[in-house]
Each structure stands twice: as C-alpha cells, then as structure tokens.
C-alpha cells in the first residue's frame, strides 16, 4: 500500500513537471492533483495550485479548463471533474447506499423469538432507516420540518435475510416492520462543508475532494 502510494505521487510529480513547461495549464495542473489519492497536496508542486483553485472558487469562478481533457473536462475525454454539492461522501467499496424509507440492520443482531402457531419470527432490538444517496438532503430544509441535523447514510453489503423491528405509529403506538438483515451495515455520518469535487478517470468516478 505505501509503495503504491509513493509510486502514484512520483507519478503525479512527473506529469506536473511535462504539464508545467506549457504555457499556462493552471487547469490540467489541478486535475493531476486532485487525481492524487494522497489528497490534492500530496505533492509539492501541488499546493500554489490547489491554493490558487480554492481561492478562484469561493470568489465564484468556474472550474479552469484542460486541453489535455480535450479543453473541456468533457466526459467524452474519460478524464474529467464535476463540481457538485452534497453533504455525504460515496458508500465504501463492497457496500452500496440503502434505499430512502428501508430498514437495515447487521445480520449478527437478528434475534429468533417465538411466534404465533408454532411460527418463529426474527427480531431486532435497532435498526438504521435508508436515506438513498443523500444528496438532496440539506439542513435548512429538514430544519423547517422540525428535524434537527442531518440523518447518517446507511450503505449495506449482502442482504441475507429478514427480521422485524418496532417503529412510531402514532403518537404513543409502536408496529412491527420489516428489516433487511446485512453481512455490513455502515453508517455515513454527513460533512458539515457540501463543496465537492469528483474527479473521473476513464469515467469512473475515482476521487473525491470536499473543500
């Protein structure tokens, strides 16, 4: 893993020093950064740019161009950024984000009780609710539907069963409801700064950089 790291900031430092005898690459300069698992400042050379992007970008400006990525970070060109708002980051690799209104809860936790006619049922005492990918979620909005904060996201693994868990009905009421019973249930909790940057390589989202 650190070997795979250094040659990936070698790499990167290399391609800095091609880009830099152009003319002005300001915006292929910050690609390669923010491209750089190690985070857009791993490398030296990195950070006058990266500084100088963030800077263009609280005063309003649009990301710089690259003609490297055929002079508009288009998607035809495999290599791209999006500039995008959103308080969660991806589900991790081997999990993916639960659906908004579902119920998730690890495997390990489900509880056989018995039930009615000789019937046994699978309980869980808890139970994460999906809120999808979150992107729309923002704080003044929940804020005006007396909700306080944000909701952590939920991303699941394998699905490998069902139980039951309680849930408000009512005021005073509880009901039973259906839980989706996971090898891995993680919970995202949201960034309090939206501001993100996607970085695409062979379009395949690869990287992101919240600022």
Known sequence: ???????????VGGLLSLVAARADDWGC???LCLSNPGGPKAVAECVPPIDRLW???RK???FPTCQMSDGSGSASAGTYVRHRYTHYDPCPGGTIELAAGLRAAPAQEGQSRPG???????RVAAHATGIGSGDGLWPQAL???GMAGLPPKVCVGTRTGVAYGEAPDGEA????VPVGLYD???LLNPNISPRVIDVYVDNALTQRVRW
Do not use: N, P, W, Y
Not at 1 to 11: D, E, G, H, L, Y
Not at 116 to 122: A, E, H, K, L, T
Not at 173 to 176: D, E, T
């Open 173 to 176: 009421a509880v009901q039973l």
């Open 60 to 62: 309003g400006g649009s």
């Open 116 to 122: 009615r006619f000789g019937r046994d049922s699978v």
């Open 55 to 57: 800077e263009h970008l």
């Open 184 to 186: 891995r249930v993680l």
């Open 143 to 145: 804020a005006k539907m």
């Open 1 to 11: 893993m650190k070997r795979a790291f250094r040659m990936t900031c070698i790499a």
């Open 29 to 31: 300069t910050v690609l």
